[in-house]
């Protein structure tokens, strides 16, 4: 994958940049809860500021649906952004007209200003080539720093790309980076896990898969769903027993590619989900009660995983292999994300992970630093796993 970044932009002095972040942050009473998306978009702000570029922020934040909403206002986010930056940033009431230009203009080279949520305008998400004029007159090049917001076609992500001279930000870059490392043009072998509790909501991404990989490991509630379709008995797990055709369709169609199909062959079964509640392991095929749950990968299925990652180049993750929010059914995906971690940091695997629960997961882990690379870009991330085309990375190809 070839796209712009900021050093194919040549000189930058004087220019005003118009770009794109995901300041989509927690909020409680007014107050930033976690400034993780701040940092991740410092590196390309100051790379613009050290430029002597001016900077002008574009973000949304919440769901105000075209409406000025004032508590989805982004002032908020000023005063934790210039503590992050050492710098002063303005914060400008509107993104777009007299208020934006005057802002921008009463910035020196270097400065930052912040605009005003660009989902107040109706055109953001109708990516209404009027309001995508609009923002283009306020700069000289547009630079792209919000890969979560890519796989949306709105005037901020798709439609400004088009109007100016377009570049990816240093976090976007990163993540294009680690994705191409991924799945565009991996080291092989190449070993996917999936999990998560529903195959419907995976559909295209296990479809998609079984294509690219030469191992794939199903874990999650998920798997029972596959367990179910093969006539194990999964009890009283959950599971989507009407997409037990759709899940053998899945095992035919990745042995017809060639891709190792890895479910679990034995698990942990309780009879309720609560911290400290007392679990057995259980070979696959053994008989269940209607009580018992099916709630982790056995040890069993960690061994067989564990070796299996050892023999790869490359991992893919997506969706813990149980309940991990509850211990003890953190065993598998904490024993799994220790080994891939280590591997990573010993640079002899790629370990890629992304979508919400996984960060969540990697988290628990406590190994989000050593994986090679971790999305935090949810929808966009697993579009991407899908295969799928987003408009906002679209617009920045060489």
């Known amino acids: 994958m070839t796209f712009r970044t900021l050093d194919d932009a040549g000189s930058l002095a004087g220019q ?34 050290d430029a002597g570029a001016k900077v002008a922020l574009l973000a949304h934040f919440d769901r105000p649906k075209g409406k000025v909403v004032p508590s989805m206002s982004l002032q908020p986010v000023v005063d934790d952004l210039e503590h992050l930056l050492g710098a002063p940033v303005r914060f400008a009431t509107d993104c777009v007209g007299v208020e934006a230009r005057a802002a921008i203009a009463d910035l020196d080279a270097g400065g930052v200003v912040l605009l005003e949520n660009v989902r107040f305008h109706a055109g953001e998400e109708a990516n209404d080539p009027a309001f995508a004029q609009k923002l283009a007159e306020l700069g000289d090049l547009y630079v792209n720093d919000a890969f979560s917001a890519a796989h949306r076609a709105h005037a901020s992500t798709e439609g400004l790309a088009r109007l100016l001279p377009a570049y990816a930000g240093e976090s976007m870059r990163r993540e294009l980076d680690a994705l191409d490392a991924a799945l565009g043009n991996p080291k092989k072998p190449v070993i996917g896990i999936v999990g998560g509790a529903k195959v419907s909501t995976k559909l295209d991404l296990l479809k998609n898969l079984v294509g690219k990989l030469d191992r794939l490991a199903i874990g999650g509630g998920m798997a029972n769903t596959f367990l179910f379709a093969q006539g194990i008995d999964i009890g009283g797990s959950l599971a989507e027993r009407d997409m037990a055709d759709t899940a053998r369709e899945i095992m035919d169609e990745a ?9 679990p062959v034995d698990f942990v079964v309780a009879t309720e989900v609560k911290p400290g509640v007392a679990a057995r392991p259980v070979v696959a095929g053994q008989p269940l009660s209607a009580d018992d749950k099916i709630l982790d990968a056995g040890p069993a299925t960690v061994a067989r995983l564990v070796e299996a990652i050892t023999a790869s180049k490359t991992l893919i993750w997506n969706g813990p292999l149980g309940v991990f929010e509850v211990p003890p059914f953190d065993t598998a ?29 990697l988290n628990h882990a406590g190994v989000v630093d050593d994986m090679t690379f971790v999305s935090t870009a949810g929808g966009a991330f697993l579009e991407w796993m899908e295969g799928k085309a987003l408009p906002g990375v679209e617009a920045l190809k060489a």
């Open 16 to 49: 005003t940049a118009l770009v794109r972040v995901d300041f989509n942050v927690p909020m409680e009473g007014g107050k930033v809860t976690d400034d993780t998306r701040l940092r991740v978009a410092l590196p390309t702000i100051n790379k613009l500021r």
């Open 333 to 361: 995906t904490v024993s799994v994300a220790h080994h891939a971690a280590a591997l990573a940091r010993a640079g002899v695997l790629i370990a890629v992970g992304g979508g919400g629960d996984t960060v969540s997961a």
């Open 255 to 263: 042995k017809a590619r060639g891709c190792e199909l890895l479910l």
